[in-house]
Nanobody, 121 residues
Framework: QVRLVESGGGLAQTGGSLRLSCAAS????????WGWFRQAPGKEREFVAAISWSDTIYADSVKGRFTISRDSAKNTVYLQMNDLKAEDTAVYYC????????????????WGQGSQVTVVT
């Protein structure tokens, strides 16, 4: 079965960095586009970044600070987060879909369990 497992979350200070990883199994990695979303307490799940073979997309709030990438040899997608801010605090989810990159959660069929990122001053 398809499994997405996030890792790399934790506690960071304002201005610090974290790298999230999403290890995928049970699917043909190269057929999928990948997205990162986040959800803060009391808020809706929001788009962070997405990557396909043809493009990468970022939310305005993270553009220039976050970088999404993937390693097909390791079936893993990454989210490098630099210059972290308190408002980046959320549970971060990895997701996968067949087709082009999309920014809406409903477009993605597979999800990981989430990884908590907490940014403190």
């Amino acid at each position: 079965q398809v499994r997405l497992v996030e890792s790399g979350g934790g506690l960071a200070q304002t201005g610090g960095s974290l790298r999230l990883s999403c290890a995928a199994s049970g699917l043909t990695f190269g057929l999928y586009s990948w997205g990162w979303f986040r959800q803060a307490p009391g808020k809706e799940r929001e788009f962070v970044a997405a990557i396909s073979w043809s493009d990468t997309i970022y939310a305005d709030s993270v553009k220039g600070r976050f970088t999404i990438s993937r390693d097909s040899a390791k079936n893993t997608v990454y989210l490098q987060m630099n210059d972290l801010k308190a408002e980046d605090t959320a549970v971060y989810y990895c997701s996968a879909r067949i087709g082009s990159s999309q920014t809406t959660p409903n477009a993605y069929g597979y999800w990981g369990q989430g990884s908590q990122v907490t940014v403190v001053t």
